[in-house]
């Protein structure tokens, strides 16, 4: 892990292995962040993140069932679903987040605005098996940053490395677990009124109508155009996760509830109540990328009091932070 300042600052970076995943600990330098425990585990194994805070509680949701082994995703932390979101052509949400990603131990600097900040890169590069379904060379960087107050902000960069001259297009999305105390006592805010894709009804267009996403049953939506900075409400905690996003137009709300939990494997039976995914995307207009060209998708999360107000929570003071 470096610092986008200096490389000298790597503290700890503890590779452990669970199963055949091969896990990367990551633990903020004391100088960047008073509370050094805060941090992130990253599995190479699809690049996919968990997230903690200060007291070591994890603040994404992982299953109870998670299974740490290929060749599916671990159910939990943050899944990236690439070159495809959902079903289509290829595997379901794409093949990245089933493949072995690498290390840059060299990578180049970003342009940032903060300078505080530890990061690692992972990179995935099309292989031979990946050519036969999806003929495109590409270079997918992927940039895991800490800030100073234990934010957790992951940048993809996907460049078009084609020689042949071809473009190509994909969808996209963080699939993002967040761990909630009670489903029941959750809200979103930012994504009322808006138009969304209902994909438990084959994708059929409907607007959201009242002035609260809550749930009490099965939901699972594709959000459309949606604004940069949304509010998750954990009512129990009186905690709140702000999810802020850039080049991503969607968001994507699931949460399987009893019956399709049941039915998963690798989810326990009651999981479902701890959990709440929802996820910076670009699905309903897929990018396209010539040659030479690059796509940055940038999603961050921050955690913050909720604000309670005479038994109703304030979205506009939630949103402000
Ligand atoms: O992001 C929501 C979603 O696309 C849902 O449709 C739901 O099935 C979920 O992802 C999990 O998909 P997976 O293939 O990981 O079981």
């Known amino acids: 892990m470096r ?51 200060e007291h070591r509680e994890e603040l994404l949701f992982v299953s109870s069932k998670a299974i740490f082994k290929p060749p599916k995703a671990i159910r939990g932390g943050i899944t990236i679903c690439f070159p495809q979101f959902g079903s ?18 060299d990578p180049p600097p970003f342009p ?12 995935l590069k099309q292989s031979e ?18 800030g100073p107050g234990g934010d957790l902000m992951l940048t993809s960069r996907i460049r078009n490395t084609n020689t042949d001259g071809k473009s190509f297009t994909f969808t996209f999305a963080y699939h ?35 002035d ?13 155009s949606t ?5 998750i409400l954990d009512h129990e905690r009186k905690r709140t996760f702000v999810l802020r996003k ?16 049941k039915a998963m494997p690798d989810f326990g039976d009651d999981d479902y109540m701890h959990m709440l995914c929802v996820e910076a995307a670009c699905v309903e207009k897929p990018i396209t990328l010539k040659p030479g060209e690059e796509w940055k998708g940038r999603q961050e999360l921050s955690v913050v009091p909720s604000s309670y107000c005479s038994g109703q929570l304030d979205p506009r003071r939630a949103l402000s932070v």
């Not at 949400?93 to 131990?105: E, L």
């Not at 300078?115 to 992972?122: Q, R, V």
């Not at 080049?247 to 399987?256: H, K, M």
Request: glycine share 4%; with cysteine; aromatic share 12%.
């Open 227 to 231: 604004p940069t900075k949304i509010a």
């Open 212 to 224: 609260a996403i809550t749930f009490e049953s099965e939901v699972d939506k594709i959000y459309l």
């Open 176 to 210: 993002t677990h967040l761990y909630v105390t009670d489903i029941s006592e959750v809200r979103v805010e930012g994504l009322e009124t808006l138009d969304y894709l209902d994909n438990l009804k084959d994708r059929e267009r409907f607007t959201e109508q009242g």
């Open 88 to 105: 289509g052509a290829l595997d379901r949400h794409g093949f990245a987040r089933n493949r072995f990603w690498s290390i840059d131990n």
């Open 112 to 123: 940032t605005n903060t300078t505080n900040k530890a990061f690692i890169d992972l990179i």
């Open 246 to 261: 850039d080049g991503l137009p969607d968001a994507v709300v699931w949460n399987p509830w009893d019956k399709k939990a």
């Open 129 to 146: 098996e990946d050519a036969k379904i999806w003929p495109h060379r590409y270079e997918f960087r992927l940039r895991i940053t800490l």
């Open 3 to 53: 610092t986008a300042s200096t490389s000298s600052t790597v503290r700890a970076l503890m590779a452990s292995t669970r199963s055949s995943c091969v896990r990367f600990v990551a633990v903020l330098p004391r100088q960047i962040i008073n509370a050094s425990l805060i941090g992130y585990d990253i599995y190479l194994y699809g690049g996919q993140v968990t997230w903690k805070n």
